[in-house]
């Protein structure tokens, strides 16, 4: 398949693979954080870590949707959709991701009508097919899923429909960064930028990055060769004591982003002043409500929610593992008590959580397979 | 398309995944698109003068880039 099979070429990886071992210094031990919880399951997938160098550490980063939620928002989604009336819509990965009683999946066994879409817009469809029941859709994710809410939004207000609304909780890339770049318990040597984000945002935001904190930021694609090559372009720049972001991944990613994504989503969303990330606490400006144009369309004006926070279990170390302070195996429960079937904690509930792509491709403890 | 099952490949809904799709035909500002099989209706307010043939980066049916 065209922009696949080319990405996934073995002895193309191991020329990549020889060109990493070039550029690093024996003796110095990096850190790169992989943003984007969709780098950190093709790590792991295609085996990307065993080709690195013995002193190249990846450090999986918080860009996993599912994985920054919090307890207490997922109570509130529950509350909503067990009121009479209403069906509850969300992707498939928020029906396990465990809130202070329960799960979606858990509600929608005792009754609630919770269903699974892939898209808003499924949503959207729903309550054009069923007008006498509220429907509401539960909005996860960052820029890259936030323009499909602000468009299912935009039409929804076109075509007049009345029965549907919106719980928002859509997070931003930019502040969490910031937040793991201000934390003392964490040095990281650079970053593999989100892929797919930054076809929205573009890689402009990361700008910071190098300028304010003197670290090298390379976007990538998702394909191991991808990967491969920005960690090459990474540790090239440390190499060469440059620092800038560099976009590997231009064949999808435009240096500015998409413009028309942009504006949806400022005209549907309005940044909260603050919001919690699970493990990371709370972050200034670093999520989206409704705007006040749109504000009749949103589920937490609409009905009564909790609002209330949820301290993380304590076993569970999803804050230590989302910031790469430890492995997912380091945690007390990994793999024990806290499995995808029946997750602790959000890191094991989304393939794209560090602790259930560990799980799932059998990195169980530090067992690398050294070239 | 996979579910969300942890044991499949990959969500492509939750994460940031993009899903590569082909153009079959616009009507009224959606696209028909075609992958592996599997037809959905793709929002393509985002791209200038998509059509049939195109093929596009498609992520929670909406068309983010086009390739």
Known sequence: ?371 | MTDCDPREERCITCGDVGVEMRVVRVEDGLALCEAEGEQREVEVALLDAVSAGDLLLVHADVGLVKL
Not at chain 1, 4 to 13: K, N, W, Y
Not at chain 1, 179 to 188: G, W, Y
Not at chain 1, 230 to 237: G, P, T, V, Y
């Open chain 1, 1 to 371: 398949m065209k922009f696949v099979d080319e990405f996934r070429d073995g002895a193309l990886g191991q020329k990549v693979a020889a060109q990493i071992l070039g550029v690093v210094e024996p003796g110095r031990h990096y850190k790169v954080m992989e943003v984007c919880g969709g780098h950190t399951h093709s790590i792991y997938r295609y085996g990307v870590d065993d080709l690195l160098p013995e002193n190249v550490e990846l450090v999986h980063g918080p860009g996993c949707p599912v994985c920054v939620i919090p307890m207490g928002r997922v109570d509130d989604g529950i509350a909503i959709a067990r009121r009479p009336g209403v069906i509850f819509t969300c992707f498939g990965d928020m029906l396990r991701v465990p809130g202070s009683n329960g799960t979606l999946l858990d509600a929608k066994a005792q009754g609630a009508d919770i269903r699974m879409v892939y898209s808003p817009l499924d949503a959207l469809r729903i309550a054009k097919a069923e007008p006498d029941r509220e429907v509401v859709f539960f909005a996860i994710g960052f820029e890259t899923t936030a323009p499909s809410t602000a468009l299912t939004l935009m039409r929804a207000r076109a075509e007049g429909v009345e029965n549907f609304s919106c719980v928002c909780n859509h997070v931003t890339i930019v502040p969490p960064l910031r937040a793991l770049l201000e934390s003392p318990d964490l040095r990281l040597d650079g970053f593999i930028g989100p892929g797919h984000v930054s076809t929205v945002v573009g890689a402009r935001p990361f700008e910071f990055i190098p300028a304010d904190y003197g670290r090298p930021v390379v976007i990538a694609g998702f394909e191991p060769l991808d990967i491969l090559q920005a960690i090459h372009m990474i540790l090239a720049q440390l190499a060469e004591r440059r620092c800038e972001v560099e976009n590997q991944y231009a064949r999808v990613v435009p240096y500015d982003g998409n413009p028309a994504a942009l504006a949806a989503m400022a005209d549907v969303f309005a940044l909260r002043p603050h919001f919690e990330w699970r493990g990371l606490g709370f972050i200034s400006q670093s999520a989206l409500r409704l705007s006040d144009a749109y504000a009749d369309l949103d589920a937490e004006r609409r009905f009564p929610v909790p609002g209330v926070r949820v301290a993380d279990p304590k076993a569970c170390q999803c804050g230590e593992v989302l910031k790469g302070v430890i492995k997912p195996w380091e945690c007390k429960v990994f793999g024990t008590a806290c499995t995808p079937e029946h997750a602790i904690g959000t890191c094991m509930v989304s393939p794209e959580g560090a602790c259930a792509a560990y799980y799932n491709y059998g990195r169980f403890a530090r067992d690398r397979v050294l070239s």
